[in-house]
């Protein structure tokens, strides 16, 4: 691989068949679909890809499947985030075994550290483990936010090589992107997909957006509209994406997300739809609200 | 055992080498030392036994040297909390094996889970783990409050058999408390130690409190002062433990507490002072700190 | 007055016709009522008697009606509390004008105040009014907490005289007991009725209690229970509390606390229901529930 | 005024002389740079103007220099954000007596509403006002955040003709920019300035940028810019606006933005520097960080 990642990494979620194993024929059947999009990269394992709530023998089987299947056609990014470092970094060897291009890690969620001790964390981990490391910012989930100031300082750690945002702060992610404009080798990724347009007009280097499980090449396409700076086209798929994006707040809780797009790639045919324990699958009415949005889009 | 568990149950700290592997010889040294107090049980691997932080093997050898070295003498809870169910199972059937006489998991902790979900969570963890199981409320770590509400339905399930609480909230500690009185079969247990005078006072059935560590006898007789509403004498210890409390607000951020606890033994002679990856051991300017407060406390 | 102020002193409600002017038969007899429980004291304008959302005119006729009313048989406190400095100023002119005993101010709410910009505020506030001062805690409607430090520190300034913790947090409520205690100048009062007794058994001087509006004499009776150390006694005041304060819980957001009081003092026939704008009474389906919770109280 | 508000309308500051009374020499000259910039409004009494801390006697004034310095030649907004309903009201009919163009209200800031609540709030506001009311979303300050459903809703309710966004959630607008997409009678405004390029990108109207106090240029020309999709001078604008951005993270706390504009106006030689009560001016070491800021800029 020549030069940083760059484009859409979609994280991909975990389908799990109804007794909580990998449903691997729906995995396989969902990278393929994925991959189909034009899509630059994969990332598993992430907070769509419920890394944290899978165990270590789940966690363990999704990196074999996914690197077997995928086999070299995209790079893959494999999440690490854990309570506990030694997991991180035994997590980090079997993605390493397996091929993947580099690990992403989230601030470990059970202590609340401060800016020194994330500081620690971070530089600790990259010695640690045989992969370059992504850094990702998600305080909604880890009660800790990386402020642009830790994660510039971050951004000189020898390994660290990119960063992935899903804060919900453009003011933050704007004084990242103004800090480490140029940088030819450290990617800076957007999570929310309602922000890619903004954020890749303003210079990021691709999205890590939850709706590429559904629709891959909407979110191809709004990162090459914003690489030209096609606005028109920009504002088009802006309103795909909001229409789409109303999958999200179908039932309540911040398990929503993930319970939304499960149960719309299972109507669409592609994996099935079991969130992890103990998590539930949306019940009737709710799969008919998917149905609802599902109709309004262009992938239906 | 006969009748539910009473008393002062500490939370024990996990020595750890400079290396990071469990200080057999420091555990040994502190589990005498409490049980020396007369303390009524132990709690391994909750917050200040760091439990979530550590990973899986130095969990598994946390619980099979304490099993060993107590042997019986007091009954053991292990905190089984983590991100994934999954792995909460496991260390269950670890501590089950050890012979422990129940777990004890705070909520998950990376999705923040809706108070129907959380019922669910319990549900399921009682049902698929071979010991009993206590309920701990840790809302500045798990970013997940269980209201008092939660709790009463959940201390109708079979197999819970008690409550932790660490929120710091009287106000729902007494909705508890006055919903489950009388109950012969549920222990209901008060986190921070600065509460356990009130808490007994009104009902409760012991204390987990941290300072325990390092002065057990002061937490057993709050404990015993409070049972026999002996006012001028809880006054007394009151203060004491508000004397030695200034440990945790020495350095910052929430690994202080831990910090602190464990520069104490250290200087006592008892075990080691390293704290989990990454946190460090105090300075020689906070190790100073550390021993002023001692030098003010009845144990030093 | 000889000495400091101790005892209950309930954060009276501003009663409201529905055209939004004062009740002002129905503040009479509420007073009155009030004043036949044995109350020590009276405190009007707090968060219980709406004053931050009163308009100007109302706060002073509240403060003039009350004080005539009352007519030198309590103390009477009067809120101060304001986003701008300059209109606590004048609130406090006003009440000493009509012969209050002190003011209570909260920190202003609009920006988040830093700590030393706290300690300034009450530093200045204090040199510019012409009443005794009371700090008054409440991080739930201000988002500012004083932790102990300040309260400690400002405990010093010639004029504060005193503390009320609303922050519902027993742990810092302590820290503060323990550094003031045997201050003969400087009085400590908790808000939560839920704490009052145990906050009277660690020393505090007394509760600013919002259910003494609906049943003073029960807040008269735990104070003097806790002030013998009657511990039976106040188990039993305890569950009475607890009962009523089901009353809290009736309605949704932080406005159900004054509709709750408000709503059962109109069904006990004492003073009008109307909340300020733009609350509304409670509709019949929660006046029953109020009315349920009355009829389970020993003063309906 | 035909159409609706459009463009960049600065949240002007309050200039206070040291003894805390308007500054009327610094306002005037203030008011004349701003207009000389270009803008399409003024914003006063908003929450870079210190309106929730100033006293009714400061607020009165600074509406009533405005206008008569202004003199129509744009249209005034005057913010009448107060946790009493009544004051708003008062504010709003003092504005209008000095032929302003709207008010701008936040939520009430004391007690936190529920969603039925706040749609109340703001329906019964613009019945008893008699000026256009624009909708300001400030969830750092009033604790209470308007979702964008509470938003579409009242965007329906007459009398409600514009919306200011400081949520900071890029999320959040394009839901209500989706929604709203169209409407020839309702303005929606940015309110952070790092955000205005590309909220304008996406159809809003413009932006209550507090740095246009110190460059009123440099935000007519993004807003411009960006009306005309013209992405290269975009990006160079916003590097200017995040070097810019730097005053406001100089001292701590929510203070710090007004003291920074403050400051560097003053440093500019166009007005007094002074807070109000309690906030200080910056010290010296603080005053030579603006001083490098302000180098660094086209300004200076």
Do not use: W
Request: proline share 6%; aromatic share 8%.
């Amino acid at each position: 691989m020549k030069g940083k990642l760059k484009g859409i990494v979609p994280p991909v979620i975990t389908p799990l068949t109804r007794d909580r194993q990998i449903d691997c024929a729906g995995l396989k059947k969902l990278l393929e679909y994925i991959l189909a999009g034009g899509v630059h990269g994969l990332f598993i394992l992430g907070t769509t890809g419920e890394g944290p709530v899978l165990g270590y023998e789940l966690q363990k089987k999704m990196i074999e499947e996914t690197c077997a299947t995928v086999n070299g056609r995209v790079p893959i990014l494999v999440g690490i985030s854990a309570a506990a470092m030694d997991e991180s970094v035994k997590l980090a060897e079997i993605a390493h075994r397996n091929g993947a291009y580099g690990a992403v890690a989230a601030p470990p969620y059970y202590f609340s550290l401060g800016e020194p001790e994330l500081i620690d964390y971070y530089e600790t981990l990259v010695r640690r483990i045989p992969l370059p490391l992504f850094i990702y910012n998600m305080p909604s989930m880890t009660k800790t936010c990386l402020k642009p100031a830790a994660i510039i300082r971050l951004a000189e750690v020898p390994g660290i090589i990119g960063y992935k945002d899903s804060s919900g702060s453009m003011s933050d992610f704007h004084e990242v992107l103004s800090a480490l404009r140029g940088r030819e080798d450290f990617s800076i990724f957007i999570g929310p997909e309602e922000l890619l347009g903004e954020a890749v007009l303003f210079g990021a280097d691709g999205g890590v957006t939850g709706g590429a499980n559904l629709n891959p090449h909407l979110f191809v396409s709004m990162y090459e509209a914003a690489n030209r700076s096609d606005l028109p086209e920009i504002r088009r798929l802006q309103d795909e994406i909001c229409r789409q994006r109303k999958l999200y707040f179908i039932g309540r809780y911040s398990s929503s997300i993930v319970k939304g797009i499960k149960c719309a790639l299972a109507l669409m045919g592609i994996c099935s739809e079991y969130p992890a324990e103990p998590f539930h699958i949306f019940e009737e009415k709710e799969k008919n609200e998917v149905r609802k949005v599902l109709a309004d889009l262009s992938i239906s």
